[in-house]
């Protein structure tokens, strides 16, 4: 059974820092990985589709990067604000396998 | 452009019970993963439908079931209810279902099983 983990579980920043969380997921057999933002109250939301190694994207103020022969992505937030506040789940999909989906990073950002 | 609905939202059931979820996929796409998240636990992987057929499958008993329509519409089945079985529910959409494409969410259907 394949394994995608992230870390840290939860955060807690200050309006205004920076952060990243990390996935990690199996290097063998990658096609893709996803992230996504998850809003209380709301469904899971597509922030990106990363498939090469070395991949960079950015979407307003938060970017990420792969690197798929280690088996690990970031995500950076710059500048977090309030409404950054979610869980942000990756998600791996192989050959085989539709997405696994990791536990996920909830992050809390204090006015 | 419609997102991806889910019906019902809520639903509290019986052990031993059966329910039926159903799922509208974005227009145009023709793929339909169903996934069930459950306190502490990501995402777990139920099955996925491309053209009525069931592509891929995951880890889960043969009490959970489901079926694709000809409109792509999706339903889900859950026989014999047991407590663990509590859950949200959620399906999402794809144009293919290619694992590089984006899946989007429906806002899901919160099961209670008492």
Known sequence: ?111 | KAGVTQTPRYLIKTRGQQVTLSCSPISGHRSVSWYQQTPGQGLQFLFEYFSETQRNKGNFPGRFSGRQFSNSRSEMNVSTLELGDSALYLCASSRAGLATDTQYFGPGTRLTVL
Not at chain 1, 27 to 55: C, I, Q
Not at chain 1, 75 to 104: H, M, N, R, V, W
Request: glycine share 8%.
């Open chain 1, 1 to 111: 059974i394949l394994n995608v983990e992230q870390s840290p579980q939860s955060l807690h920043v200050q309006e205004g820092d920076s952060t990243n969380f990390t996935c990690s997921f199996p290097s063998s057999n990658f096609y893709a990985l996803h992230w996504y933002r998850w809003e209380t109250a709301k469904s899971p939301e597509a922030l990106f589709v990363m498939t090469l190694n070395g991949d960079e994207k950015k979407k307003g103020r938060i970017s990420a990067t792969l690197n798929t022969k280690e088996g690990y992505s970031y995500l950076y937030i710059k500048g977090s604000q309030p409404e950054d506040s979610a869980t942000y789940l990756c998600a791996f999909t192989s050959g085989t396998y539709k997405y696994i989906f990791g536990t996920g990073t909830r992050l809390k950002v204090l006015a």
